[in-house]
């Protein structure tokens, strides 16, 4: 949902002699939302997570597996695109002491002068449960070569406190995490309680391991959720949709310090109650994409 959501959905990154743009790309997580993205990625069912206020969410998040289908939405005259089709899997599952959160996205494109080209992206996190520690490995592939390898952790002194994250890839390299950071499970939870509790926007700093440069500082605008118009049908576990608030979600991504006009990225979700996206809109400025949830699979939960 990472929204992951939770962080949230994978961004796929092109390769340097293909830039449509400046526009730099970056894979976007449902957990920093969903999830994220989801992107990622989560709070599961009877298990709780504390926030940045020190204060515990009230309601949970299922563990689960979801498919969805990925086509263009809209193309700005200067992106150069004209098709994108794919799939994205997330999933994610409970351990004992944390949260697994495995996210992969593969897309083609097309572009306006008939070129084409594929992009690989899958993001793998583990968070504990108390939300202070962050496991990461991001691997993204274009046209079946290695672009962007990145692996490494991070640490939080305390809830709402300082941290540090260490990458061992692409190089061996550390930076402080400033007061407040969330990591992306902690950050849906917040933001899913924060909908429950009315509350219209949310803004948080979230560091995922996806880049080397630090935390994003992510803005949600909270409302209602958009009309299911030309939803595909949902196979598999279709009873985790059923009586579930819901709420339409949307996430603007800024580099830390850089609140500009722009943000690098946005993502749309329309998010139920237990942390499940049925469908996200990711927006890359000349591009947008639209993730239509297709399959949806419970995720057994472990014995500890």
Request: proline share 6%; aromatic share 8%; charged share 25%.
């Amino acid at each position: 949902m990472d929204i992951t959501l939770g962080s949230p959905a994978t961004r796929p990154s092109l390769p340097s002699h293909r830039q449509l743009t400046t526009h730099s790309f970056r894979r976007p997580r449902v957990q920093t939302a969903v999830f994220v993205a989801a992107v990622g990625a989560l709070v599961l069912l009877g298990l709780w997570i504390r926030g940045a206020d020190a204060q515990q969410p009230d309601y949970p998040l299922v563990p689960h597996r979801a498919t969805y289908d990925m086509k263009l939405s809209v193309a700005r005259p200067n992106s150069g695109i004209v098709e994108v089709t794919g799939r994205m899997v997330l999933e994610t599952v409970e351990a004992c002491e944390g949260w697994e959160v495995k996210q992969r996205i593969k897309l083609k494109f097309l572009r306006n002068d008939g070129e084409e080209f594929s992009t690989d992206s899958g993001f793998t996190s583990y968070e504990t449960k108390d939300g202070l520690a962050l496991r990461f490995s991001v691997r993204n592939i274009q046209d079946d070569e290695v672009e962007e390898e990145l692996r490494g952790n991070a640490d939080l002194d305390a809830v709402g406190g300082k941290g540090r994250a260490s990458f061992s890839l692409p190089e061996a390299r550390s930076f402080e995490l400033p007061a407040g950071t969330l990591f992306p499970t902690t950050h849906l939870a917040l933001v899913l309680r924060h909908a429950r509790d009315g509350d219209k926007s949310a803004s948080y700093l979230v560091f995922d391991g996806a880049r080397l440069d630090g935390a994003f500082q992510v803005n949600a605008v909270i409302g209602r959720p958009p009309r299911q118009t030309g939803a595909p049908v949902v196979r598999g576990d279709v009873a985790l949709l059923r009586n579930q608030p819901s709420w339409g979600v949307r996430f603007a991504f800024f580099a830390t310090g850089d609140q500009g006009a722009h943000p690098e990225y946005e993502l749309a979700l329309d998010l139920l109650g237990n942390g499940i996206a049925r469908s996200m809109l990711l927006d890359y400025g000349e591009f947008a994409v639209d993730s239509r949830l297709v399959q949806l699979q419970a995720v057994p939960r472990p014995r500890c």
